[in-house]
């Protein structure tokens, strides 16, 4: 170690900083000593002049020892599911916790207990444990800028990150809250026991939703202020509307529930169609739309899922359902 600048070109070295003085290291490799080509990454190793070898790696190479066949480090396959078929069976199974869980709640219900309150916060739950932490889900009342609201909501999900609330509730678990209809995701109105008369008031509540004003954003928009062309026919922000009903109640059947939800939005205009009804342990009607008018529409593998944001917003909807356990069918001709 010297205290005096090195010349250029001289030595590698480096600067340590001790008890407020600066010191050159210098390293042991002469000047114009290099790594050659060979000494790089998939190449056979070698020593550059100079440098001293260790005695572990003159017995590595004196031992014989064969080289590890790397190309056989891939992946496994599991032996039983694939990420989807997994994540199919995770819905299943949050679907029977939540059935058990109301079950218990009703049987309180028996005893004049409400359990109405109980059975959303269970939905809530549910949907937290489901989705990323960046999408907040809670109860809540949404309005629009110009003044209208559609009232409270049993589920909202919500953009915090970019869109503050109108108003904090008292406390972190109030329902008392309300959001602005440009930063919520989806909707969800929770019906503990599903009849005519509650399915059309879950209907009545989503739709008032639609119908607030909440500006659309272009498909084809980068970030915030940024988009690349000023075409407004797709959009990349529709609002996701939902029913979750625990059960069927009042002597209503299942198909006579899905048939009244597909004949109420026959009546709705395309921006205001409810886009989903799952009725846990029986199934969940979805909308799908024809992309290929060639193809066979009684089939459901010809059929796409409508995500109302491109061409399935002016294309033909037709109601898909999916009952628990079962094959995906199509619900009316």
């Known amino acids: 170690m010297r205290g005096s600048a090195p010349r250029y070109g001289d030595r590698s070295h480096h600067r340590n900083r001790h008890d407020g003085r600066t010191i050159l290291i210098r390293m042991v490799w002469p000047a114009r000593t290099c790594l050659p080509s060979s000494y790089s990454v998939g190449g056979r190793p070698s020593y550059p002049s100079g440098m001293a070898r ?10 014989g020892r064969r ?19 997994a994540f199919y069976r995770r819905c ?42 960046r999408y907040p889900v809670q109860a809540a009342s949404v309005s629009d800028s110009k003044g209208y609201s559609a009232g409270d909501c049993d589920v909202a999900i919500f953009n915090d990150f970019w869109f503050p609330v109108v108003k904090s509730g008292p406390t972190i678990n109030s329902r008392k ?31 008032a ?18 988009q690349r062309s000023a075409c407004n026919h797709f959009v990349s922000n529709p609002l ?7 059960d069927l109640g009042g002597g209503l059947d299942r198909d006579k529930a899905v048939e009244h939800f597909i004949r109420v939005n026959q009546l709705l205009q395309r921006p205001d169609v409810v886009h989903s009804l799952c009725i846990l342990g029986h199934g969940t009607i979805v909308w799908a739309y024809q992309p290929n ?33 079962r094959a995906t069918r199509r619900f009316m001709n």
Not at 54 to 63: D, H, L, Q
Not at 212 to 224: G, I, Q
Not at 300 to 313: I, K, Q, S, Y
Request: proline share 7%; with cysteine; net charge negative.
């Open 54 to 63: 260790s005695p572990n790696s003159r017995r590595s190479n004196n031992s």
């Open 209 to 226: 939703c639609h119908r607030l004003f909440r500006p659309s954003s272009p498909y084809d928009r980068l970030v915030e202020n940024d």
């Open 240 to 246: 996701y509307s939902a029913i979750v009903a625990t």
């Open 293 to 325: 008018l060639a193809t066979d529409q009684t089939k459901v593998e010809n059929l796409t899922p409508a995500t109302f944001m491109g061409e399935d917003r002016f294309a033909e909807l037709i109601p898909v359902y999916g009952q628990t356990g």
């Open 92 to 133: 299943h199974q949050i679907e029977r916790e939540i059935i058990n869980r109301v079950s218990y709640e009703k049987r309180f219900n028996e005893q004049n207990f409400d359990s109405g309150w109980a059975v959303e916060e269970i939905i809530r739950d549910a949907l937290r444990e489901m989705l990323p932490r």
């Open 67 to 85: 080289p590890p066949n790397v190309s056989s480090w891939i992946p496994k396959r599991h032996p039983s599911e694939t990420l989807d078929s």
């Open 177 to 207: 809250v309300y959001l602005p209809i440009e930063g919520v995701y989806a909707i969800l109105e929770v019906k503990q026991s599903l009849t005519i008369k509650s399915l059309e008031d879950a209907m009545r509540k989503l739709v």
